[in-house]
């Protein structure tokens, strides 16, 4: 894919320690994490283009691509990799869907990706698409969540979203919160604190249970219920969600 022009400029990096950046696109945001031997972006945006030529202004070591999930804020680089680490269970979201193109290399549950001295996870979060992982940064005690962990807009509409999945991803995490102290999500404020799964999770209650209101919106043309949690705003496709 060519470079949009303008692009550039829309994007700007922050750094978060000697060896992590945050790049920050309007409305998304992406992750590069540096090892010893090599370096992994954490998505690659949504207008951007040139994700891979920004992470190699900032690192010596080669890049690869991991993505969280593949809606389609979060590949927008895509087409600068041959291949890219994805859930499988995101396939389908990424080809037929999105209409994505190069070989994505299987991630599961529980995989450790070691960029050399630097250790991460990769941990299941099923429910805001089949196939979404969050990626824990292991001795650093960071946990990147992609869309389910945030304070931001939480999309639970469309045939691909089922919020019982959303639940018991949450509650799985939650048994592993003490395993990091800071979330950087996708959207929304970073860093959070491990507090707000809790949070979610009963608000995800409350929605299944048909106890929660909300307000009728439109999202990419689609009529949609706003439920504002205080946690987070859940885009719904109804009600009361299963």
Known sequence: ?????????????????????????????????????RAL??????????????????????????????????????????????????ATNYYKCQGGAGRFVP????????????????IAMPGHT???????DIHN??????DPVQDGRIFMFGPQRQMDAYLASLERLLT???QFDEIYPSHGSRPLRPGIIEELIGAAREIIAGRARGEKTTVFGKSVLAVDMGVATFLCDGEQER
Request: glycine share 10%.
């Open 41 to 90: 972006l954490i998505d690659s945006g949504m207008e951007t283009r040139n994700a891979r030529d920004l992470a190699e202004g900032l690192t010596e070591r080669p890049v690869e691509l991991l993505n969280t999930h593949a809606d389609m804020d979060h590949i927008g680089s895509n087409g600068q990799f041959e291949s890219f680490y994805m859930s499988p269970a995101e």
């Open 176 to 178: 592993m919160a003490g």
């Open 1 to 37: 894919m060519g470079v949009r022009k303008g692009v550039e400029s829309m994007v700007r990096n922050v750094r978060i320690d000697e060896r992590t950046w945050s790049f920050e696109e309007e409305g998304v945001r992406f992750f590069l994490l540096e090892g010893e031997d």
């Open 107 to 122: 991630i599961w549950d529980g995989d450790i990706i070691d960029l050399g001295d630097r250790p991460l996870m990769v």
């Open 130 to 136: 089949p196939g979404s992982v969050a990626v824990l």
């Open 141 to 146: 005690r960071r946990l990147f969540s992609g």
